[in-house]
């Protein structure tokens, strides 16, 4: 009704649409399924152009392979890494999330540590095993 009477919330809602639509294209683009409640988040949360949407698919198409694998490997209590997890951190800031994502890297860098001297690098096992170049 709002609509009919202001050409300029018509124009909004139409334009709202448009960006929610492009978002869900570009996730598509990027094997990822977005519905029209986190189409509509990601508008909300400032996610209101088809180059930002290209940005956050594009970084998530990259990092959570990645992500996923650590959560698993690390024993996460949540053993993978979705793209909510991944949104709620990289959009919407949640500290929690964010967090997570922190600990996950910093894990797996902390896996790997280095042997001075002739030995090399050695990369340690969670089960505590060191495998790499050892000096003989």
Sequence with gaps: MASFMDSDVSDSILNKEITMAEIGGEAASR????VADMADMLFEAGVDDRSEAQQLFASAEAVLPVLNVLASR???PDDDFDLQEFVSAQVLRDPGQMQRMKRLLAKERSSFVTA?????????????????????
């Design 31 to 34: 094997g990822f399924s977005v």
């Design 74 to 76: 690390h024993a996460d």
């Design 116 to 136: 001075g001297g002739l030995g090399g690098p050695i990369a340690q096992t969670q089960t505590g095993q060191k495998v790499g170049l050892v000096a003989r």
